[in-house]
């Protein structure tokens, strides 16, 4: 091979930038087979690495370099590792060289065969040769990343040069600017601080790194290989702390940085001094404490930002809590804090002297603010909260039993409330808290008798939260106290009061006591709740907030979960409950099964046995009582049912399948079962096929004779319940069924319907059908589609119905169909049906010659528009417009406020579709849908028309649409009047933007 030969064209190649990969896989393949060897590639370099051009030089360097980074390292002799690493640190003084030195250092040095002689080597002559900060970026940053690979791989070799690596990368550093070469700086010097003693050299380094500090920068939007402003931060926060050696030179700098003007500096410098308390020695933060806890005090009482009040507590407890001594015994205690006002000799007088003058004073100034100085600082350590609670503790009971002024006992409550939730936040009692017990009783009053006027709403809530801390706190109160506390948390919640906060608080408390120790709740709680749920006459309101509060408890304390349900479960099937209270109890068990179910399915078992199938017997064991409500019961009781059973395993649905079979497939397959007590029920067991996964077999003989008789029922019966649920059976059998016998399933049920007389089930069961098909994509749905719209063009009877029922086959429904309940749904199904409809649509209207059809397939497309994701409506959104604008026309209620909506969506999405119409079409029609006196403009629709309108300003130019502004402002004055409140705020909302608009 003529190495030589290569190796002129490589380097021809680098003069006219051309691309050598070709030339460098050459060259590394007969490097690798053993054709050529390193040696002889430096041979044939030699005329470029020793040239007196310094072009030449840099290109031979380029060569070599380019050729070591991908060679494998069994290419690379073990002999001649040291010969390269010796060579290009003497390259290191030519300049030209450089870029080309470091990286091919920084590939060598991944080989076996490089020494920590070799790594010294090469940090002495980058550190003697090289002036980095004199090269461009990219030889910057190579420098440092080989420094960072050289610290991390040889440790050895850095521990061995010491201070001199210290002094050369402060050297490195110094007047460093390019924030991605900081970043990797930053994160150097942690790991420089591990291995070698910085004392010798502190001030040197500190200085350096200092001067960036606070850092700020800003990235370049949409560039994902740049650096985020918080990274950056990072790093140098992580090398600012990163030795005890920095304390002395970093603490006073830091203090002085909490007083700027900047949010983003004060933030940052209380998290770094945060950061600084586990690295810096305790001794170097008394200095300057007293002026770090004045400027907190100052930033926590003024500060606008939260995040800056936020960072300046965690750095006031961070700090306390490295000064705090450690925990002197409890007979000192009383010594220590004795004559606080007067002489306090521990760090804690800068907090508790202001804060002893401020709870001492006639008028509390900021107690939230002192409240949370005082937290932050007891919750520093368990000793710091003795001397907090020692302080406090006995000058707010001698306030409290010496003012009767509500504002002010609330005040001392509140401070009060930090301080005791400072002792549950490190889980251990101040010591004091024992003694002063009966006070602290006397203060909250654990009485559930205490009135809830709003007047004290404020007061109440304090206390309810003090009551709450004083449960939580460790082995303080007994089990009869523990349990009058839990009763008073409980009526706070549930009794009736002015202010709802009170029962909100009340409610929220008991979820955050749930959580924390949920046996409590079990054995107290809870036996109230349900004792109160089944008194005589209890009140709907009381009843309201129960099911709230347990509703609350069960969703967001997984250990409570069951025994809520169970209990409600209980109070309904043993009669407890009154049947007025069934369906707000229902709905809540439902929430709370959904909750949980989407949880964990590993609950469903339990829930299916302990909660749906108790529900399920008592249903079916109450079904000749005669409940006006019963529709309703069944319907919450079908819905939870769902929830759970499609979450079973096939095995386990078919155990429950088997006796839902036995006590209800009689009842669906009588026709005529109106008056048959079990009729009502029926939606159970739709629900339940329903929510059968696909593969769970049916307990039938012949699914297709099964199927034909549910058809014939549904097409003869006078039930709609009994209609219905036969229709859902079909629907979900049909499409979860395998395709090759779904076919013939279709069939067997539409012969049933063509051998029928013609009504308006035929026409629903053809929407049954395009709903279970048209979702898996079958033909057979569109034929039933198409037949639809036949009977909408050809004037039928039932072309109203056919009409109305297109919100069957794309609308929502509780189990039918549905992917919650395992439904079948091909990719791009709603598109298709969307290509398929809309164009006939359209074309339909334009040749229909009565209005009746025109409204009616207005009626279909408003259906169609409603369920289609946004992007497939705005693919063909030019033929659309025209349909809804008469939509607007010709419909009313819900149907004319959905083609308003759309109308808007079309309005945010492309206006410019809308521009030649919006001020010939769109704004009369708009205008006049918010006039309430029409029959057609429900309150729905005036709403979705205001919010159109509000839309139009923000949307076009002034020039376009100016001549209609006057009437507009005329509709929407009348508009301020609507009878309805939410009416009267949108037309005042939409009436401003229009009167401002085109305003200079």
């Given amino acids: 091979m003529d190495i030589q030969r290569i190796v002129d064209a490589y380097i021809i190649g680098l003069g006219d930038n051309a691309d050598n990969t070709s030339l460098r896989q050459t060259l590394v393949d007969h490097i690798v087979k053993g054709d050529t060897s390193l040696l002889e590639l430096v041979q044939a370099l030699g005329l470029y690495l020793a040239s007196e051009e310094a072009s030449s030089r840099s290109k031979g360097a380029h060569v070599l370099s380019d050729v070591l980074i991908d060679l494998p390292s069994s290419a690379v002799p073990a002999q001649a590792t040291t010969k390269l690493v010796q060579f290009f640190c003497s390259r290191m003084a030519d300049a030209t060289c450089v870029p080309y030195g470091l990286t091919s250092i920084s590939a060598l040095q991944r080989l076996p065969s490089f020494t920590d002689q070799c790594a010294i080597d090469a940090l002495r002559a980058l550190f003697k040769e090289v002036h980095v900060q004199s090269f461009q970026h990219t030889t910057r940053s190579t420098a440092y990343t080989l420094l960072d690979l050289l610290v991390q791989s040889r440790p050895q070799a850095v521990k061995t040069m010491g201070d001199d690596v210290v002094l050369g990368f402060a050297q490195m550093l110094d007047g460093e600017k390019d924030p991605r070469s900081l970043m990797i700086a930053f994160q150097i010097i942690p790991k420089l601080a591990e291995l070698v003693d910085l004392k010798a050299n502190a001030e040197d380094i500190f200085d350096v790194i200092f001067c960036y500090f606070p850092i700020t920068f800003k990235n370049r939007d949409g560039d994902p290989s740049t650096i985020s402003p918080e990274a950056l931060k990072s790093a140098l926060r ?123 004073a006639d008028d509390i100034k900021n107690p939230e603010q002192v409240g949370k100085l005082l937290l932050a600082t007891a919750r520093s350590s368990a000793y710091n909260c003795n001397i907090v609670s020692d302080a406090v503790l006995p000058i707010i009971v001698e306030r409290m039993a010496s003012t009767e002024v509500l504002t002010l006992r609330r005040e001392l409550m509140d401070v009060l409330n930090h301080v005791l939730s400072a002792s549950c936040d490190i889980s251990r009692k101040a010591e004091c808290l024992e003694t002063d017990k009966d006070h602290l009783l006397n203060i909250y009053r654990l009485d559930a008798s205490v009135p809830l006027d709003k007047e004290y709403s404020f007061l109440h809530i304090t206390r309810l939260k003090g009551i709450t801390l004083l449960i939580i706190l460790p082995e303080l109160l007994d089990a009869d106290e523990t349990a009058l506390a839990l009763q008073t948390i409980s009526r706070a919640a549930i009794d009736r009061n002015e202010d709802e906060n009170v029962n909100k608080e009340a409610t929220h408390l008991l979820v955050q006591l749930a959580q924390s120790n949920p046996d409590q709740l079990q054995t107290t709680v809870l036996p109230m709740f349900f004792g109160t749920l089944c008194e005589e006459a209890v009140a709907v309101h009381k ?179 009994q209609r219905d649920v036969c229709f859902e059976i079909i629907a979900t059998t049909l499409n979860k069924a395998d395709s090759s016998e779904r076919g013939t399933l279709t069939q067997s049920v539409l012969e049933r319907a063509n051998g029928a007389d013609p009504g308006v089930a035929h026409i629903l069961l053809r929407h049954w059908l395009a709903r279970a098909l048209v979702s898996c994509s079958d033909k057979l749905g569109y034929e039933c589609v198409h037949w639809l719209l036949a009977q909408i063009t050809q004037g039928s009877p039932y072309s109203a119905e056919a009409a109305e029922g297109f919100n069957i086959i794309l609308g929502e429904h509780s189990w039918a169909v549905t992917p919650a309940t395992h439904g079948v749904f091909k990719l791009l199904s709603k598109q298709r049906f969307y ?166």
């Fill in 238 to 360: 992580a090398a600012i702390t990163c030795s005890p050696h920095f304390g002395d030179m970093a603490i006073k700098p830091l203090v002085e940085k909490t007083t700027a003007a900047s949010p983003s500096v004060k933030i940052d410098a209380y998290e770094t001094l945060t950061a600084a308390t586990r690295v810096y020695s305790p001794e170097v933060f008394k200095s300057e404490l007293e002026a770090l806890v004045e400027q907190i005090r100052e930033d926590v009482v003024m500060a606008p930002d939260d995040k800056v009040v936020s960072a300046a507590l965690d750095a006031l407890e961070a700090v306390y809590s490295a000064v705090s001594p450690a925990s002197p015994a409890s007979s000192s205690l009383a010594e220590q804090s004795a004559d606080l006002g007067e002489s306090l000799t521990t760090p804690l007088d800068f907090v508790l002297k202001d804060a002893i003058f401020q709870l001492t």
């Fill in 543 to 721: 009843v309201s907030r129960l099911l709230n509060a347990l509703g609350a408890i069960g969703v967001a304390t997984p250990k409570a979960m069951l025994p809520v349900l169970c209990g409600l479960v209980s109070v309904i099937t043993t009669g407890k409950l009154a049947a007025s209270h069934y369906v707000p109890t229902l709905t809540t068990i439902r929430k709370m099964v959904e909750a949980a179910a989407a949880n964990s399915v590993s609950v469903c078992p339990e829930l299916m046995a302990k909660v749906i199938d108790p529900l399920l017997n008592w249903i079916f064991s109450v079904s000749g009582s005669n409940h006006q409500s019963r529709h309703q019961i069944v319907v919450e009781i079908s819905q939870a049912a769902v929830a759970v059973f499609s979450q079973l395993d096939v095995e386990t649905q078919g155990v429950y399948l088997k006796p839902a079979f036995d006590r209800y497939s009689a009842a669906a397959l009588t026709a005529n079962a109106v008056n048959n007590s079990l009729c009502q029920l029926l939606p159970l067991f739709s629900a339940l096929i329903c929510a059968c996964r696909p593969q769970t077999h049916l307990p039938v003989d012949d699914i297709r004779v099964y199927l034909g008789d549910l058809a014939a029922v549904a097409l003869s019966t006078e039930s709609t319940i």
């Fill in 835 to 1000: 290509a398929t409809v809309v164009p006939e649509i359209t074309t339909s209207f334009s040749s229909a010659h009565d209005d009746a059809t025109k409204a009616n397939l207005l009626v279909v497309l408003t259906h169609s528009v409603q369920h289609m994701p946004k992007s497939v409506l705005m693919s063909g959104v030019e033929q659309v417009v025209p349909l809804l604008l008469s939509a607007i026309r010709l419909t009313a209620g819900d149907l004319k406020a959905t083609s308003i909506r759309t109308i808007s969506m079309i309005m945010l999405e492309t206006p410019e579709t809308l521009t030649g119409q919006v001020t010939t079409s769109i704004i009369p029609l708009l205008s006049a849908a918010v006039v309430h006196a029409s029959p057609a403009n429900s309150v729905e629709v005036r709403q979705a028309a205001l919010g159109a309108l509000s839309l139009v300003p923000e949307k076009y130019a002034f020039s376009a649409i100016h001549t209609a502004r006057k009437d507009v402002l005329r509709a929407l004055a009348k508009a301020r009047d609507d009878r309805k409140r939410l009416v009267r705020a949108d037309a005042v909302s939409a009436y401003n933007k229009w009167l401002n608009f085109g305003d200079l």
